[in-house]
């Protein structure tokens, strides 16, 4: 968590005026992994490929045909 952070503050030193908000959900992932057990077990990454993958089939909008 110390490396994010001095990470975030580099940047704001870097490129001042510009916020860094995508990064603000990664400073609580340390707060919720001993409650969730190993990452694998709550990532969303599976979830985001099947979407994906349904997303990119063909369909005309008809159901069973």
Known sequence: RSHLKAHMDGLKVLFPGIGVP??????????????????????????????????????NHKYGE
């Not at 409650?35 to 089939?57: D, H, S, T, V």
Request: with cysteine; hydrophobic share 40%.
């Open 22 to 59: 995508s990064y603000h959900h990664t400073l609580h992932v340390p707060d919720f992994m001993p409650l969730f057990a190993a990452p694998k077990n709550w990532w969303c990454y599976p979830f985001e490929r099947l979407i994906g993958k349904l997303q990119r089939m063909r369909h």
